[in-house]
């Protein structure tokens, strides 16, 4: 049985779409079709971004993205820690408590803490190059498309996979892939701070912002610093041929 959304939440995706879709007329691509992911750090630093509801909420303002972009109108979702998992898809159908269902219940992994089981299972560290790497086989080999994916990377920091990270996405630069990359509210994201200036890329496929509260940010200033850039990735990419014309 189909999924129904109340009134309300449908007015505020509506209005959410109506923003999304004045940014991406002013970067000049509000026809573009593309494939949207979604990639949510679920270390144990993360552990009050969800439990506040702030990765929920987050969520909830990244799926009118898709619902604009997205070819079939879904969102694919990863979570990571020291390891990761794909999820299943979110659409404004299915949004409501969408991180609650999927992180399931507490469990107690010390004594006197507990996490969600989500988090137990894919362990508390940062492992980025694995989950950008399974980013790119779902893109590349498993669902090969000529269509651009707008990948959007929420981390927290903690970042210490250097030459790993640099591996893959100077890999991924051939593919028709553009990285978004989020940071929330911590420090060190070392590499991913200096994205812009990475050699040995035949284009620059990547972008980085840090925010320290992403609730105090507005609509309108975090859908422009999201599609900052991927407008002229997708120039670019079509240049080199990466993208079709």
Known sequence: MPQTIDLKKKAD????????????????????????????????S???????????????RIVPVASKLDNDH????WFFGSKFKRTKSVTEETLDRYVEKECGEKVK??????????MKELGMGNNEPLV??????????EESSKLPTFVIFLSDGGVTNHEEIKKALVKA???????QFVGLGGSNYGILEEL???????????NFFHVDDLQKITDDELYQRLIDEFPLWVKQAKNKNILQG
Do not use: C, H
């Not at 812009?196 to 284009?203: E, H, L």
């Open 13 to 44: 995706i509506n209005l959410l779409k109506s923003k999304v879709e004045i940014i991406l007329k002013k970067k000049g691509i509000n026809n573009l079709v593309a494939r949207v992911a979604l990639v949510l750090d679920i270390s144990g």
């Open 46 to 60: 993360m552990t009050n971004q969800y439990d506040s509801g702030a990765v929920q909420a987050f969520l909830e």
């Open 74 to 77: 879904n969102l694919d979702v």
């Open 109 to 118: 992994t010390l004594i006197f803490f507990e996490t969600s089981s989500l």
């Open 132 to 141: 950008i790497n399974d980013v790119i086989k779902k893109y590349t080999q």
């Open 173 to 179: 630069a051939k593919y028709p892939i553009f990285w």
């Open 196 to 206: 812009d200036n990475m050699p040995g890329r035949i284009i620059d496929n990547a």
